[in-house]
């Protein structure tokens, strides 16, 4: 009978431990999901003419915006585990369960750059820290564009972090949005000529900066999902990099999603940079080959 009242002891204090920590992760974590205070404040220009709609609708597509809010932008579950929770992007038309109709262009961009949500609380998966960069004008494309879209009915339920993803919170292996963009140290770029140049090359590889990081050396992706393989040096390195590359190899590699030996690459490399104008994509290799070689940060 000692033995069990010992047993009962410990396995109790256990017990109690497991609560505690428990405890202790969904408050940590909701410190972290609580509302945060706006940077700034500035309204976007609605536009209706068809060069401004079809430059947001090129916007929508390349940045990801139909790839994870769907082709219509009418949203869906993108991840629901017991472990993660559910990850749910919304609906962004006006049709029923869409928020396309309650954000202001003010709160339409405070969620696209900044990372803040219509209720003020931070964004946790979508890359508003590679949006962050996105000049006045793309913004105000990409609005128009999103405004002009048919509302499509779809109500989806609340994202929900779940257990894993609380603890990656807590512990700082994933990090909300607007906590990302502080870490950035580029400023926003507005003044750029659009074209085959490297200056634009830069603006463009904003858009790598969530996985490849801002000087481009890859590396394991923070916030990733773990099984995910390491972002590619992008940098011109000879062994690591794409030092050996040339201009139609990086073209295959977003087109195609192929690397330079064939070898198909991960789903985690977004396939819809695959839009980019041929422009574009030359304007980012001219961008890259402009860049210091830097060796990949080791694990
Ligand atoms: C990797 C997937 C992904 C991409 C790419 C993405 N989103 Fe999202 N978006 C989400 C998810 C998930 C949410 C829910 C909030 C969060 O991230 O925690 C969201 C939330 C939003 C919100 C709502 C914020 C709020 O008020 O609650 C807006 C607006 C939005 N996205 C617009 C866009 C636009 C515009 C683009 C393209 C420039 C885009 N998203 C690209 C996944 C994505
Ligand atoms: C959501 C994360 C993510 C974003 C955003 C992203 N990449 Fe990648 N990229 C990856 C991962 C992961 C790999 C490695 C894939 C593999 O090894 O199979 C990769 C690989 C590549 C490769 C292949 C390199 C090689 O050695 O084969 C190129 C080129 C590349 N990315 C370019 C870009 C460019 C340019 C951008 C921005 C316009 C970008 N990526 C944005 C995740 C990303």
Sequence with gaps: MRILK???????GLFLLLIVFITFI???SNSKLNAVESEEKFPVEIKTDSLSLAAGEHLAITRGCTDCHGP???GGIIMDNPAMGTIVAPNLTEGKGGIGGKLTTELWERAIRQGIGFDGRPLLIMPSDDYYYMTKND?????????????????LP???????????????EVETMPARIRQLKHKRQEEFVEGVNPGFGRYLSTNCISCHRQ?????????????WPPAANLTPHMEQGLGGW?????????????????RELHPAMPR??????????EALWLYLRSIPAIESEKE
């Design 72 to 74: 219509q932008l009418a």
């Design 215 to 227: 000087d481009m050396s890859g590396g394991k992706i923070k916030g990733g999902d773990p099984s």
């Design 26 to 28: 969904y408050i940590s």
């Design 272 to 281: 819809t940079f695959g839009y980019f104008t041929d422009e574009e994509i």
């Design 246 to 262: 040339q201009k139609a190899d990086f073209v295959k590699a977003l087109r195609e999603g192929k690397s330079t030996n064939g």
């Design 139 to 155: 913004l105000s494309n990409l609005l128009s564009y999103i405004k002009s879209v048919p509302p499509v009915d779809n109500e």
């Design 158 to 172: 609340e994202l929900s972090p779940g257990p894993v993803m609380r603890m990656l919170l807590t512990f700082g």
């Design 6 to 12: 010992w047993l009962g002891i410990v396995f109790g």
